[in-house]
């Protein structure tokens, strides 16, 4: 048996990297198009990991429990599916799995432990999954929790966060706002958001699976690839319109994470290269120099769009709102200059050049 690996699909994806797409002006349907595609890549992850399992742990009494609920994976409707393998912590189980058979495969271990441990605690998984699916399948807002979060999840967010454990939880419950108020705050900002770009709230809870209120957290908000669909919200916002702005990055950071997943944007085998941010001068290689950038084009996408509020409220949002768009029109020379993107990342790249240039032309003009 040979090495798997996780290739992505040739879907139709310069159809989908289009500004009409990706901002929201049209085209609906392509970009749930863009987000079936994603959810076939991991089910198709899921199979070939299947697959491997089985063949290699044909001795094993583990493996016949495991066969039994992949199997009632694949039957359920696609729908279903899915909201299933589109959970955060499936995803991360995909992940650990994967790499722990690999790890089998090309002879790096021979200790089938942490595979069999993964195999072991797949049911109950699967039993958490089925308890947090939601009533209904327009949910917009995903649920917001701080300590009751799914074990898997909490494995993987390190060293982003570290979740405490049980003796720390009563003392951390002192520190910050209650879940209850944050709640009360994230909702007033997410239904805010709806009324000032109907088309991204609409697609919140498309990507956003989870929000965790974490006070103590040492961070404004954080996300990461290694646990898609989750975000991290310290609550040190100074505003309700600065947790506007903090959903809103998470959530573009999460369509970049679920393009990417199709549509590799850097070339592995590129140059290397370091960029100063210049927003706030940290260092960050091309992938986060690029992600930095797609975030903040979407932000000032938002920023436009804040309208009829108070007057302090709306100087603040064109004040973030030009420091934002110089910050983008400093950092375009840079990633046109360079020569690590993949022909998709240089499509996408083009795609926010253009929206960039739209943006810059039209700064004063009322969005449409």
Known sequence: MGEMSQEPLEPQTETWLQRDVLFFAGHGHLFDQLLEAVSQQRYATFLVLYAEIVQMLAESPDRDGFSRDALRIMALSAHKRHAWVGDPAFQIWIGLAFKATNALLRNLTQDQSVLIQLLQGFPALLQRIEARQPDSDTQSQPPIQRFEIDPLITLATPPSYEFPI??????????????????????????????????????????????????????????????????????KDQSILDLEESLVHEWAHQLLYNIVEICPIIDEEGPEASFKLPWSSQQRDLYGYFHAFFVYVFLVKYLERVQQRAHNEQQR????????????????????????????????????????????????????
């Not at 879940?179 to 919140?204: G, K, M, N, S, Y």
């Not at 029109?329 to 990342?345: E, H, I, N, R, V």
């Not at 499509?347 to 449409?368: K, S």
């Open 166 to 235: 049980e003796a720390s939880k009563t003392q951390l419950e002192r520190t910050g706002y209650s879940l209850a108020f944050f709640t009360d705050v994230a909702t007033l900002a997410l239904e805010r958001i709806a009324q000032t770009w109907p088309a991204c709230h609409a697609r919140f809870g498309q990507l956003v699976k989870l929000i965790c209120y974490l006070p103590d957290g040492g961070f404004r908000s954080c996300s990461a690839s290694r646990y898609t669909g989750v975000i991290l919200i310290a609550a």
């Open 317 to 368: 949002a064109q004040r973030r709102r030009a420091f934002i768009l110089d910050g983008l029109k400093k950092a375009l020379p840079d990633l046109l200059a360079s020569q690590g993107f993949t022909p998709m990342g240089k499509t996408l790249l083009a795609c926010l050049e253009q929206e960039l240039r739209a943006l810059g032309i039209n700064h004063a003009a009322h969005p449409g």
